[in-house]
Nanobody
């Protein structure tokens, strides 16, 4: 069974940076497109960034130019470097597949941007 473990969240001020990590176990990680999602209170989960097996990346308009997704296939990990954070980025961030059926969701990592 695939396990997803997100980490790196926290409380930051507007304009700060944060790096999230996702550890994936139990899957053929290197051949699967992966993605970061987020869910703010009272809102639906949304796609934030996606990286293909060949490392092609796409971003939601709201984070393009501020967030960078990356992956380390040797370590079965994925990262999301977030910069110039804004209060609207406050959410629980999750990692999961970027295509096909989702794995069982992890617990996510909370990111709170507040002054």
């Amino acid at each position: 069974q695939v396990q997803l473990v997100e980490s790196g969240g926290g409380l930051v001020q507007p304009g700060d940076s944060l790096r999230l990590s996702c550890a994936v176990s139990g899957s053929s990680f290197s051949t699967v497109a992966m993605a970061w999602y987020r869910q703010a209170p009272g809102k639906q989960r949304e796609l934030v960034a996606r990286i293909s097996a060949l490392r092609r990346t796409t971003y939601a308009d709201s984070v393009a130019g501020r967030f960078t997704i990356s992956r380390d296939n040797g370590a079965n990990t994925m990262a999301l470097q977030m910069s110039r954070l804004q209060p609207e980025d406050t959410a629980v961030y999750y990692c999961n597949r970027g295509e096909g059926s989702w794995y069982t969701w992890g617990q996510g990592t909370q990111v709170t941007v507040s002054s």
